[in-house]
Nanobody
Framework: QVQLVESGGGLVQPGGSLRLSCTAS????????MSWYRQAPGKERELVAG????????NIGGSVKGRFTISRDNVKNTVYLRMNDLKPEDTAVYYC?????????WGQGTQVTVSS
């Protein structure tokens, strides 16, 4: 059974930091490109960051560049999103995504709220 389980979300003040984790099971994690998406209320889901299966290549969305980093541990079957200098506009549900060929899996999401 394929599972992607996100954790690490919560309430944080502007300027604060969080690290999200997504732990995978039920498929060969090291063969999949991984990404983080987010969706704010009333908005479309947007790509935040992606990382290749080996971890050698990453891409970061323009709105979070310089503040967010993505990494992975193929031994722990986990992908991370480090978020620094958080802003109220970063408030959203953050989703983990795994893609390889025609296979596309999603986690259930974790809420991040940035507010004073």
């Amino acid at each position: 059974q394929v599972q992607l389980v996100e954790s690490g979300g919560g309430l944080v003040q502007p300027g604060g930091s969080l690290r999200l984790s997504c732990t995978a099971s039920g498929f060969t994690f090291s063969r999949y490109d991984m990404s983080w998406y987010r969706q704010a209320p009333g908005k479309e889901r947007e790509l935040v960051a992606g990382i290749s299966s080996t971890g050698r290549s990453t891409n970061i969305g323009g709105s979070v560049k310089g503040r967010f980093t993505i990494s992975r541990d193929n031994v722990k079957n986990t992908v991370y999103l480090r978020m620094n200098d958080l802003k109220p506009e970063d408030t959203a549900v953050y989703y983990c995504n795994a893609v390889r060929s025609v296979f596309n899996y999603w986690g259930q999401g974790t809420q991040v709220t940035v507010s004073s």
